[in-house]
DNA sequence: TTACCCATATATAGCCCCGATCTATATCGA
DNA sequence: TCGATATAGATCGGGGCTATATATGGGTAA
């Protein structure tokens, strides 16, 4: 019944919460834009979500026939969802959840062949400068108090992993030039 | 057949490449010690995962009985699971998953009373105050490099989490005050 | 002293979520 | 023109997490 806690679907309507959606634009909020960071769903759980979400009349549908396209169903979120996204925010929240595989591989860098090392941590720079960049792309004014303040804690946490990672390769670079002799 | 990625399994393979170890022994791990800031699992999914990998031939299992407390089962790694889990370490690695209850929650902060603004970021600053104490313990030596490299980062992320939280709790004190009069 | 919680240990059911895949169509670049 | 990419929705299977159950003993609060 009550929604479990920080689940796709309290995501979901705290997404529409901001304004109409599909199920495809929600999705691309966290390919593309800022979210993420911090949240993100696949397809496989938002599209079971929002039906759910209809069924409990947290959100309401209409289907938009577009030609030549499929229908697009938009999702508007109700009175009663917006009630039951409040009632979320005001419990407890769970911890973060975070896996990061990289992190656990490179706990057994000295059973790796170097060159290997050297590889998974160029891809992952490259990775987190991407994001990085992302993040430090100046928003289009008017901004809300938490979106600024999601983007300052985005930057700071990969700011501060980039520094290190590439001061850790710097490093791992000298190691291999000597080791090449 | 195959190791997914870097599911439970592999996980679980990689901790018993360092040593023997129980399931309880192997959530403590995650619990207690320094791995619990890059991976985690529940119960839930490291006895099924044990089981599994007892089946496949990766792991073996020798129980071991114990007066007044339930029989432990040690695993211990074979050869097969010690190339297998090489072998996963080779491919391409999967992508940081991460969910952050927390901040998502922040970009609603508009819609929050001001304390339940305060309560969450105080809770979350008291959490990662916490986890950054625990990565600034020092370690007892002889550490292997995996490990200095992670913690070194772990680190890293952690003091600026806590600076940037720190400094945007300041100026939110500061509104309040105002705000107050 | 009784009740309750916590720690040690293992295990499972049920729900939740993700990756892969499928169905359509349209556009853009090679 | 062929393939890749984008729009748009949907489902299945496998895997993971929460909550709970089973045992037992120690510590602590009422």
Not at 3 to 12: K, P, S
Not at 105 to 114: D, G, K, N, T, V
Not at 156 to 161: C, F, K, L, S, T
């Amino acid at each position: 019944m009550g929604l479990g806690f920080m689940d796709v679907r309290t995501i979901c309507l705290g997404i529409l919460s901001r304004g109409d959606a599909t199920g495809y634009e929600i999705k691309k909020l966290f390919d593309d834009d800022g979210y993420q960071h911090f949240v993100e769903a696949s397809f496989g759980s938002i599209y079971p979500a929002l039906s759910r979400l209809t069924q409990e009349g947290l959100v309401s549908v209409r289907a938009e026939s577009q030609e030549k396209r499929p229908d697009r169903k938009v999702y508007s979120i109700t009175d009663a969802g917006r009630r039951a996204f409040l009632n979320s925010l005001m419990k407890p929240l769970p911890e973060d959840r975070h896996r990061s595989p990289f992190v656990f591989a490179m706990l057994f860098s000295h059973l790796l062949p170097h060159p290997r090392v050297v590889e998974m941590l160029d891809t992952y720079i490259e990775h987190s400068e991407t994001k990085l960049a992302q993040l430090m792309e100046p928003k289009p004014q008017p901004q809300l108090e938490g979106e600024r303040f999601a983007v300052g804690f985005g930057r700071a946490v990969y700011i501060a992993m980039v520094n290190y990672l590439r001061q850790y390769r710097s490093e791992l670079k000298g190691n291999a030039a000597e080791a090449a002799e």
